[in-house]
């Protein structure tokens, strides 16, 4: 059984420019972090867009919903910016798609020391496999 991890950017995915004092995307940190972390479940990663929740729209969420359908797993982890995480959550219940879908993000950047990021995507792997049992591959 493997987990489809959608990548949708937000705090947890940015990178600190000391030099402007700024948040921006470079590139996804998750896939690392799976691997920081000793990730040992099956996963299918994919990147959407890595964007601020803030600049997110319902066509954004439209796209979420289309990769959750599209998904041949049940179990769907999406990381995604804080501000915005709960419009998406009801975007995503009113299409109901019988699907379990964690949403997880962080405060500070994974890329931060001190991050909540590997902390949270742990934590959002455990209630995703928690539905079907996957919690003795954790």
Do not use: W
Not at 92 to 105: C, D, E, R, S
């Amino acid at each position: 059984m493997r987990i489809q991890v959608i990548l949708t950017g937000g705090t947890i995915d940015k990178l600190y420019n000391p030099l402007k004092g700024e948040l921006s995307f470079t590139q996804s940190h998750i896939p690392a972090a799976f691997e920081q972390g000793r990730c040992s479940i099956s996963l299918e990663v994919q990147q959407l867009f890595l964007k601020d929740s803030l600049e997110m729209t319902d066509e954004d969420r439209a796209q979420i919903l289309v990769a959750c359908q599209n998904s041949p797993h049940q179990q769907i982890l999406i990381t995604h910016g804080t501000d915005t995480m709960a419009e998406t959550a009801r975007y995503l219940i009113a299409a109901n798609p019988n699907k379990t879908i964690v949403l997880t993000g962080a405060m500070i950047p994974l890329s931060v020391n001190g991050s909540d990021g590997l902390f949270n995507l742990g934590s959002a792997l455990v209630a995703a496999g928690s539905r079907v049992g996957l919690q003795g591959d954790l």
